[in-house]
């Protein structure tokens, strides 16, 4: 198991704006865009003072067409160069989002650590309100560990079988129906989990947590894995929650999510059809 931690901001480093002046063009971009409204002047500068009010968005680095700006001692040329036509097309994006599916049988191995690392380190990509970045991706990377997670967790449904609300009283058979018929309700027989977590003190942290999952589920699913959101397993956490303990997560402050995923052993012959599955408002 492995625990990721994005960038927190309790500690966060010397914002250490700079900005090459032989580079810069004075275009004004970077004052335009700065969410904070902290830059100003020509070339531009921070106030010291205001430099607290810096949430290290970075925008200021991305939109400098030249490359003049860096902060927290990260280079505008150790970014990625963005130009018109690189992004996926919305039609690959269409088909990605209509063809993701739940998974809920997976091939019995382990996705390669390589490929997990990667797609750990882009969903931290995703937005964190007030750019908090206070995530962590609890991550059972291993097969072997999962299967020892689920006898945790199984053998605590069945000692507290009393603690079981009612409308989750059909959790109680789970052990059973995994040991005598192989059928896993609760973890789908999926190799890993991810449990995003934002303490409770992060500004959007309950919002945080699932959209770091969105993007985490979307390139799984683009590096031909599968997922599957695990509302019951978040149930049964929030039932047992000393199970936690297994996790190396804290037992309480925090929001948080789980998903499991790893290699389908299954193919969607098409998509599903939800077309006008949401209302719509339109206020025009
Ligand atoms: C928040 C959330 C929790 C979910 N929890 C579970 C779960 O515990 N077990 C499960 O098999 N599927 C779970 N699902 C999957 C949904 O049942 C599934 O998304 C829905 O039936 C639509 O199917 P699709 O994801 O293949 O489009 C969950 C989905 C979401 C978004």
Redesign the pocket.
Known sequence: MSQIETTATAVLPSMDFQVDVDQCNACGLCTRDCPMGIIEGNPPRVDPEKEIRCVRCQHCLAICPTGAISLEGRKASDSLPLTTGDLPSLDQIDLLIRSR??I?QYQNKDVDPELLRRLLNVSAYAPTGVNARALTFTVIDRKRRMADFREQVFAALTKHAARIPDRLQFLASAPTAYAEHGIDILF?TAPHLIIASAPTSAPCGQVDVPIALAAFELLAVSAGLGT??????KAVLETLPELKTHLDMPVEGIHYYPMLFGHPAVEYART?QRDGAAIVNRLS
């Open positions: 599916r739940s809920r789908r599957v959101w695990c509302g019951l397993l599903v």
